[in-house]
């Protein structure tokens, strides 16, 4: 089986990440991988960015592939507490 893609939109901020993260997590059980398209949301903050990093490192212990499509809403978040996303985190396309 191949890693889906599954797609964000709207916000992804302190206030969603914790239905996001049980929603990305159930996926996770029913698939060896995951590229989660986040190109389409309309804002990003740090939390959503340590969510996504928290991920990555839980994907990479549990042997599964993660990869990320990230947008310019997210690659700004991101670049706000100097992180580059390619560095944590596989990046499939879009905006690093």
Same mark, same amino acid.
């Given at each position: 089986?191949? &890693?889906? #893609?599954?797609? $964000?939109?709207?916000?992804?901020?302190?206030?969603?990440?914790? @239905? /996001?993260?049980?929603?990305?997590?159930?996926?996770?059980?029913?698939?060896?991988?995951?590229?989660?398209?986040?190109?389409?949301?309309?804002?990003?903050?740090? &939390?959503? #960015?340590?969510? $996504?990093?928290?991920?990555?490192?839980?994907?990479?212990?549990? @042997? /599964?592939?993660?990869?990320?499509?990230?947008?310019?809403?997210?690659?700004?978040?991101?670049?706000?507490?100097?992180?580059?996303?390619?560095?944590?985190?596989?990046?499939?396309?879009?905006?690093?």
């Amino acid at each position: 089986m191949e &890693a889906i #893609v599954h797609r $964000l939109s709207g916000p992804l901020t302190i206030y969603e990440v914790a @239905g /996001l993260k049980d929603e990305v997590l159930k996926i996770l059980e029913e698939t060896p991988g995951l590229i989660l398209d986040c190109s389409e949301a309309s804002r990003c903050d740090t &939390a959503f #960015v340590q969510m $996504l990093c928290a991920l990555s490192r839980t994907c990479v212990k549990r @042997g /599964l592939s993660f990869s990320l499509i990230p947008g310019p809403e997210l690659s700004a978040a991101a670049m706000r507490i100097g992180l580059d996303l390619s560095e944590e985190i596989p990046v499939s396309g879009g905006e690093a």
